[in-house]
């Protein structure tokens, strides 16, 4: 996984303002170095993967793509997805305190490969499919597809569960506003 492109996702709570969404990234994204930077509040444990997952895009990538997540029951749902024990990704959540805003969850964020935001683009021109057995991405017409990203995506190899389940997730949010 070093060598694929990566990208921070957040997924932000649709009632907060614009500039609320902007700390909120900022807030998951800190929890994201609490969890998997050795300190004393885990300690000094973290997942070899994931930290390498999260440090190689803070070094080397750092692009980050801001969703809308819908309402407080939409996060949950999410953070049942995220917590998912075949989920390799780094990933945190961020929750206001009980004083501000009563404790609601107002971002959770995820570090994914391009193997994850590049197959679900494909997926978006409504023109492939999973073979669920072998985890992998059939096309439905070679015809209506960029063949270099095609030949791309094959070369990902074999999808988990967990990321074949997360490419459909993401394609249901839209761009946070």
């Not at 440090?55 to 049942?80: E, R």
Request: proline share 2%; with cysteine.
């Amino acid at each position: 996984m070093e060598n694929l492109e990566k990208r921070l996702y957040v997924f932000s709570h649709f009632m907060l303002s614009p500039m609320a969404k902007g700390i909120q990234t900022l807030h998951s994204t800190v929890e994201l170095f609490n969890k998997y930077t050795p300190n004393m509040s885990n300690d000094n444990c973290v997942d070899d993967l994931q930290y390498d997952i999260l440090f190689d895009w803070s070094i080397n990538h750092k692009t980050v793509i801001s969703l809308n997540a819908g309402v407080s029951g939409d996060l949950d749902d999410l953070m049942y997805v995220l917590q998912d024990p075949d989920n390799q990704y780094p990933w945190a959540d961020f929750c206001e305190d009980e004083y501000s805003l009563k404790g609601v969850r107002t971002a959770a964020s995820i570090v994914l490969t391009e193997k994850i935001y590049e197959t679900a683009a494909l997926f978006r021109t409504r023109n492939f499919e999973w073979d669920y057995n072998l985890g992998r991405v059939i096309c439905l017409d070679v015809s209506k597809v960029d063949v270099d990203m095609l030949e791309k995506v094959e070369n990902y190899g074999r999808f988990s569960a967990f990321e074949m389940n997360f490419i459909s997730i993401i394609n249901q949010y839209r761009l946070a506003n």
